[in-house]
């Protein structure tokens, strides 16, 4: 499976940006981003699931982030509104099939992308 993401770079606070991440598996039940800031652990940002609620959100993202999927296309999206400092990360997507308990857990995801850098500046 392999997942390339895309879509990272350098915008100002309250800017926007859209990552993609195309997957080349259709096959998995749940598509998420997470995210890694400098010095910190990799943190939940997003995540879709097939048939399954959602989607899902963590508070630090609810109301600025969409994420989205289109099905044709096996792409992941997730368009990043009124950007801040704090938003500045790697952001990578992950596919898998985990239980509704582990959504937003890193550990629910087999395959992951490269992951794409964002930079928020102030």
């Known amino acids: 499976v392999q997942l390339q993401a895309s879509g990272g770079g350098l915008v100002q606070a309250g800017g926007s940006l859209r990552l993609t991440c195309a997957a080349s598996d259709r096959t998995f039940r749940s598509y998420a981003w997470f995210r890694q800031a400098p010095a910190k652990e990799r943190e939940f940002v997003a995540a879709?699931?097939?048939?399954?609620?959602?989607?899902y959100y963590s508070d630090s993202v609810k109301g600025r982030f969409t994420i989205a999927r289109d099905n044709a296309k096996n792409t992941l999206y997730l368009e990043m509104n009124s950007l801040k400092p704090e938003d500045t990360a790697v952001y990578y997507c992950?596919?898998?099939?985990?239980?509704?308990?582990?959504?937003?857990?890193?550990?629910?995801?087999?395959?992951w992308g490269q992951g794409t850098l964002v930079t928020v500046s102030s």
């Open positions: 879709i699931v097939k048939s399954g609620g959602g989607p």
């Open positions: 992950a596919v898998g099939n985990p239980i509704i308990t582990y959504v937003r857990a890193s550990e629910g995801y087999r395959y």
